[in-house]
Structures are given as C-alpha cells and as structure tokens.
C-alpha cells in the first residue's frame, strides 16, 4: 500500500484534488492510502470549506491553520508544520498542487527529508519572475522525483530545462520522471457539469439566460493593487456591459481595493451600470454553470482560463502572459493585460467568433487514473 501525503491549500488545489481523490477511492483504494494536509493559506469559509462538502473530497486529515502573512513568514510557518508531519507519518511521497506557498512549503520540506515530491501541474512557465508564483513552480519542478504536466508546452518546458524524459523508474530527484498526461481540471469538468446542472440555481438566482451575459473574474494583485490597471479593466467592463450583460463574482481583494479612496469615481460609475452586476464569490459548481452558459469569459484567472476552453467559450486574458499557451495558438483567446482599448478590440473580435471546433489540448478526463497508475508503477 502506497501511502500519500497531499498538500492543499488554496481553493484551485481543492478542487484539483478531488480528481486524484476521486481516482483512488474508485479504482486505487486497495494500492493507494491518501491522508490531506490543509495549510489554511486560503480560511475564508466561503473560499475554502464549502468546496470540500460540494464535492465529496474527503475532509483533510490534518489543517495547519497558517492563514496569511508576508510570503517569507507564510511559507516558513507551513515548512515547520509540514516537516513535522512528514516526520510523524513517513509517507512514500508528498503530492503537490500548481504553484502556491503551500507547493513551495510542501516541495522544500520534503525535499530535505528524502521524501519523494510529486509535481501535479508541472513544467507551466509564465517567463515572468516578477510572478512569484513563477519562483514556486520552477523550485517545486526541480524538486521533484516525478512531474506530471497537463500540456506539450509543459513537457516541452521540462526538456528545455534539462529533464530527461527518456528516464527510467525508480525514479528520484536525481533521475525524475516527467510525463504529459491532460489536465486534472478537464477531469473535474467532464465529472461535474451535470451536477452543476441539477444542483446550482446561479443563473435564476441573478436572471441570467444562456449565452446573453460574459463572465468576468479579476483577483491578480498585478490587476488589483495597481490603481490604473482596476481603473482601466472595470471602465472597459462598464462599456461591455452596455452591450451585453457582465456578471462578476468578486474576489475579496477586489472588493476591498475598489473601496479604495482613490476609486470612489469608478465605484460610482460601476455601482450606476446597469448592466454590470458584482456578486459574492460562488460554488464551484456554480462557476462550472456560469462558465458553461456564458457567451464569452473575461479573466485573469489561470484556472478560469482553461475552463473558458473546457466550454467552447472565447476568453479575454487580463494578463501580459499566460502559462496556457494553447489556448492561444488556437486564437478562441487573446492577451490584452490591464489594456482599455485592447480589452475593448478583444471583445469585439471574440464575441462574434464563429463557434468553430476547440481542439482537445487538455487531455482525455483520465489525468488522474494516470496519475494514480504512473505512482504505483514506480513504487
């Protein structure tokens, strides 16, 4: 019996983890031991909790409560209790999300113990070190002994960076493992959209009708905490909305810098849309609903991006760069960053894109049985 400690910690990782969760309990629980680690990087109970009961992921084993802080005090509190933990329950190898503090904190503590680092996500590049999410992926990828990436660009990256993908098990940090295998998240998708369908009420709840509204999301510091980029992003959703109805679920560090002194105008102007509705931060299923019967996706969201394609739905990217590469060699997205006139120019283009075939770059909805098979294969 493989045992597993799986490290989680922000709401994405939640949600990713219930496809390799979901794996083992169907076709791994007589090979693969699972026990979650929570940090408490992401406590709003709104943002954290309610994902666990919604999708039957199992509650964690274990939650460190770390909450926030500057991200040297942050990742150096998860690093003492995630050692601690590793050290109690010796487990064959730490699984990690993406490229949050919690991966960085999980990568490095068991790292230093011998122990086995597996890398969901791995190989996604921004090029922008500035990210600081950029700094956790890299360290995290050349931390590990197997890395699994849900795109070619990804494995591609990988190579470029010195891994050698003709490697052999068992393997190790020294000898890593490195695999293309789809995307986790499409798994989650293909799972979950019929019950988004029965269970959420989101569109009666805001009257919303299909394909007449765009969904927005915007929670990037780089969007948030920079007064002229919020500034230049929400007049540009004002103006779609005069057009087409714009409904945006509002991240909590969104709300808290629109209520900034210095944005009482946009406020103002925001609060007078008519069309332009700010809502509280929804379900997972409830985002699964919104983004399958949006007519368009306006995002700075790596997740929300992905999912935009999963749907057949265009997307406006409110970033400079973008890991998902794909998405944008088969133009159903563009890159506009905080850009007025380059948001406006993209809208325009997308929204009357002819609904054309989106090619299947993601994966065939079993990432994570690979996952659980590649882990036994190597042990």
């Avoid at 890395?147 to 050698?164: A, D, I, M």
């Avoid at 393997?171 to 799972?191: A, E, K, L, Q, R």
């Avoid at 919020?230 to 779609?240: G, N, P, Q, W």
Wanted: hydrophobic share 40%; aromatic share 8%; proline share 4%.
């Amino acid at each position: 019996m493989i045992k597993i400690l799986t490290i989680i910690g922000a709401r994405p990782q939640i949600i990713k983890a219930a496809a390799i969760s979901r794996a083992i309990s169907k076709e791994f629980s007589g090979k693969i031991k699972e026990l979650i680690v929570h940090t408490g990087q992401h406590y709003d109970d709104n943002m954290s909790n309610v994902f666990f009961e919604e999708l039957g992921i199992p509650k964690p084993c274990y939650n460190l409560n770390i909450g926030s802080g500057l991200h040297g005090e942050q990742t150096a509190r998860m690093i003492e209790s995630i050692e601690e933990l590793l050290l109690n329950e010796k487990p064959d190898y730490l699984l990690v999300y993406g490229d949050t503090n919690s991966t960085l904190s999980g990568a490095i503590a068991a790292s230093k113990l011998n122990i086995p680092i597996v890398h969901v996500e791995a190989g996604l590049r921004s090029y922008n070190r500035k990210m600081p999410e950029e700094i956790n992926r890299i360290v995290c990828d050349h931390l590990s002994s197997l890395l699994f990436s849900p795109t070619k660009s990804g494995f591609q990256n990988l190579v470029n960076e010195g891994f050698n993908s003709a490697n052999k098990p068992p393997f190790s940090p020294d000898n890593s493992g490195v695999f293309h295998c789809g995307d986790i998240m499409y798994d989650n998708s293909i799972h979950f959209v019929d019950l988004a369908s029965k269970k959420s009420n989101i569109l009666v709840e805001n009257g919303l009708a299909k394909n007449k509204y765009i969904l927005a999301t915007i929670h990037r510091d780089h969007n948030t905490d920079i007064p002229e980029n919020l500034k230049s992003i929400f007049e540009a959703l004002v103006r779609i909305s005069k057009q087409l109805k714009v409904v945006l679920p509002l991240h909590p560090r969104t709300e808290k810098m629109l209520h900034a002194t210095e944005h009482k105008k946009l406020l103002f102007k925001i609060n007078e849309s008519k069309n332009l509705f700010l809502i509280q931060p929804v379900s997972f299923l409830d985002m699964i609903q919104l983004e399958k019967n949006s007519s368009l996706i306006i995002t700075d969201s790596g997740g929300v991006q992905k999912e935009s394609y999963f749907f057949n739905k265009p997307c406006i990217v409110l970033r400079p760069e973008t890991e998902w590469v794909e998405i944008l060699e088969t133009g159903k997205a563009k890159l506009v960053s905080a850009d007025y006139q380059k948001i406006l120019t993209a809208f325009d283009n997308l929204i009357n894109m002819e609904q054309a075939e989106f090619p299947k770059i993601f994966g065939d909805g079993r990432a994570a049985e690979f996952i659980c098979e590649t882990l036994i294969g190597n042990s």
